[in-house]
């Protein structure tokens, strides 16, 4: 996802419709192991922390609960505590992480509000707040966090009406997107293994309707910008690597029905069904044997 030092899938105007493709990537080999091809990703309603907590105990649980859980510094920075090798989820106790070119990086673990930058999901207020407001991005379009645009606040690296946090100096603000990542810790907590938690497509599945939700609300605002003003991979026009075939942000920058899906636009209604559950482990237990296959 990243070419020398540019981020082409994060801080930058391209991150929701990079995700929304990974989504549809995703989804589309769910439809092909499930032999359904009316099976669509369900996303967890971030509205509620409770639905987050909820959905966190049937895919294994909070690696907190877990006596031998390890902290490696007071800051709660790089917690990792694996998950329970008993009780309800717990078969992901035994999944592996994947990290860069399919290598293992250890045991799926979770550690929920460890780290003192996210103790707790985002508020309702941030989520809202993001969807109103109306621009998009803006120069240098990127995730500096005075930017309060639609896509710093939606992955997290502007904060909005909810005031300035009492967080380490050394760290960014974090809300939204940003802000669950960190809040589940462990695996979620580093970009190179996030994807290995079956937690993250349903997070990115609200992320996605937050995208939605946004262009419902400001239908005249567009990407506005041209090749040269973007980061790298991240212009209206420049295709989302490392995707294949290779298309542009700009095809993916529509209502999702263009795309073959819909949200209930229920946003208060968090159920994600178990047997989604079933499908998204058999997809993600696929997708750890071929790349042990392909990387031993």
Not at 6 to 13: C, S
Not at 19 to 25: A, D, E, N, S, V
Not at 101 to 111: D, M, Q, V
Request: charged letters at 15%; glycine letters at 8%.
């Amino acid at each position: 996802m990243t070419a020398a030092s540019t981020d082409l899938a994060h801080e930058g105007p391209g991150f929701p419709t990079w995700h929304r493709r990974y989504l549809l990537l995703f989804e589309e080999l769910a439809q092909k192991v499930s032999d359904d091809p009316t099976f669509a990703l369900p996303y967890v309603n971030e509205y509620d922390a409770t639905a987050i907590s909820r959905t966190v105990d049937l895919l294994g649980g909070d690696g907190l609960n877990i006596a031998s859980c390890h902290v490696e510094d007071a800051h709660g920075k790089n917690c990792a505590c694996h998950l329970a090798a008993n009780g309800p989820g717990s078969v992901f106790s035994s999944w592996t992480e994947i990290g860069p070119n399919g290598t293992s990086s250890g045991k799926l673990s979770r550690a929920l509000g460890c780290r003192r930058t996210a103790q707790t999901p985002p508020s309702a207020t941030a989520i809202d707040f993001a969807i109103a407001t109306r621009s998009y991005s803006e120069s240098p379009w990127n995730s500096d966090s005075s930017l309060v645009t639609f896509t710093n606040l939606l992955e997290g690296f502007a904060i909005g009406p909810v005031g300035i946090r009492t967080e380490p100096a050394i760290d960014k603000p974090r809300d939204n997107h940003n802000r669950v990542h960190v809040y589940m810790g462990g695996t979620m907590d580093d970009v190179k293994t996030a994807a290995s938690d079956p937690f993250f497509w349903l997070h990115h599945g609200f992320v996605d309707l937050m995208l939605e939700k946004w262009m419902k609300t400001h239908p005249t605002s567009v990407y506005p910008w041209t090749n040269s003003e973007a980061p790298a991979g991240h212009s209206y026009s420049d295709c989302q690597a490392p995707f294949v075939p290779l298309l542009s942000h700009a095809i993916f920058f529509s209502n999702s029905r263009a795309y073959g899906y819909t949200y209930d636009q229920i946003v208060d209604s968090a159920v994600v069904s178990t047997g989604s559950l079933v499908v998204i482990t058999i997809v993600m237990t696929a997708l750890v044997i071929t790349a042990s296959l392909l990387y031993s």
